[in-house]
């Protein structure tokens, strides 16, 4: 099953009752293309502009933090090591080394 990567974005400015709050769905990266099972994304904060993907396959992407990006790298492949979908569950808190 594949995904494209969405940001989800909730505007709402008070969290008071009675406040009507709105979530928008937008396709973050038109350009890029899909990804397998997404279910994680990490931003470094090093200045690089930079985002990684995790794919619960045990497939980490990097990206560039930019809506025109029409390719992603592969940073780290451990697919062969996942046996089933609980196996990756590093996959779930990525940490990228600062």
């Known amino acids: 099953m594949s995904r494209n990567l969405a940001i ?3 505007a709402s400015t008070l969290m ?3 406040i009507a709050r709105a979530t928008y ?3 973050a990266f038109p350009k890029l293309g899909t990804f397998s ?3 994680g994304v990490e931003d470094p ?3 690089t502009d930079r985002l990684f993907i995790a794919e619960r396959a045990g497939r980490i992407y990097v990206i560039r933090n ?3 990006v029409t390719s992603k ?3 780290l ?3 062969a090591l996942i046996t089933t979908p609980r196996s990756c569950q590093f996959c779930r808190s990525v940490e990228v080394a600062r």
């Open 25 to 27: 769905i937008f396709d």
């Open 45 to 47: 904060m090093d200045g």
């Open 16 to 18: 008071a009752p009675g």
């Open 8 to 10: 989800v974005l909730i």
């Open 66 to 68: 930019d809506a025109t």
């Open 73 to 75: 790298t592969l940073f």
């Open 77 to 79: 492949d451990i697919s």
């Open 37 to 39: 099972n997404p279910i």
